[in-house]
């Protein structure tokens, strides 16, 4: 059957929170808007007049469509080089969706999306559902298939196995330039001690180059190890700029509502080292290098302002 104008409009009207549903789901910018689409060629062959609720039939299909791909993603990423680590996205993007609450602030956080992937399929559904976009446990039984006492069944699983037992700071824009620019100043500073003094004991640094970036393949462990770490990696050397293509600029940005350094090549996004801040300090670093999972974060960059540049190597 033809799309009609209406039916386009219905569609697009839905893009943003599906898209955002899609992301939380998948935790690829990428992946989810390929999910969307082909949400998009589902809707355009469904026989519309007898859908009661458009936005109940697409959310119910880019869910199931995201459980699939999730299922495959667990095999792919067996095979994955090195650490897998979500997709970042800047603010101001709408593939973060609701960012009200508490909860939904949470839910598109690198720690959380990272964490996420401890869960089944059906866990990260409900969770996501939930926990960002406020569905409850008998439309949720509905979208997934299953009862609504098993949905709150599964919804408590999820709901530990994300818990980490350390509160993270709620962080703005002005307090995530001022965390960068205060992790910045120490990382380079040449004095290790004043960089251990912002991380927690247990601090974990990790980074994902997909084979295609230079990146560790085993995450590194304490304060003193990750600052070692750190301060090497700030310490600009001709060897470096040759690696990198040309003389980085730094910047302190929000990154999935948290800081972030985001390093830029010319108008490329180079990496993205998001900050897991706590009351302890800050007790992650995740640095995404792999270029695929950059496209989208540089194509924002150039729609979008900044401020001025922490430093250029």
């Known amino acids: ?153 599964v919804y408590r699983r999820a709901k530990q196995h994300v818990a980490t037992g350390r509160a993270r700071a709620e962080v703005d824009g002005p307090t995530a330039r001022r965390i960068v620019e205060e992790f910045f100043a120490a990382a380079t500073s040449g004095d290790t001690q004043r960089l251990v003094e912002l991380l927690t004991d247990d601090v974990r640094s990790t980074g994902d180059g997909g084979g295609k970036a230079p990146a560790r393949a085993t995450p590194i462990i304490g304060a003193p190890a990750v600052a070692r770490f750190l301060r090497n990696l700030f310490k600009p050397t001709d060897v470096k700029r040759n690696m990198m293509g040309g003389s980085p600029t730094l910047y302190a940005e929000v990154v999935n509502g948290g800081p972030a350094v985001v390093v830029m090549i010319g108008d490329r996004v180079l990496a993205v080292m998001s900050l897991e801040v706590t009351s302890d300090g800050v007790a992650a670093i995740r640095t995404q290098a792999n270029p695929d999972k950059l496209v989208r974060a540089t194509r924002q960059w150039s729609a979008s302002e900044h401020g001025e540049p922490l430093d250029a190597w």
């Open 1 to 153: 059957m033809p799309l009609s104008a209406r039916d386009v409009e219905l569609f697009e009207h839905s893009r943003a929170r599906l898209e955002a549903i899609a992301y939380r789901l998948l935790g690829s910018a990428g992946d989810a808007e390929d999910a969307v689409q082909d949400t998009f060629l589902r809707w355009q062959a469904a026989d519309r007049e007898r859908v009661e609720t458009p936005e109940a039939w697409l959310t119910k299909v880019l869910t199931n469509l995201c459980r699939n791909q999730l299922t495959s993603a667990r095999a792919r990423r067996e095979s994955y080089v090195g650490t897998w680590l979500p997709e970042p996205v800047l603010a101001g993007d709408r593939m973060l969706g609701p960012v009200d609450t508490v909860e939904q602030r949470e839910s598109v956080s690198m720690a959380v999306l990272t964490l996420m992937e401890r869960l089944s399929a059906n866990e990260r559904a409900v969770y996501v559902l939930r926990e960002a976009f406020g569905y409850s446990h008998s439309e949720i039984a509905e979208i997934l298939d299953i009862t609504e006492s098993n949905c709150q069944q």
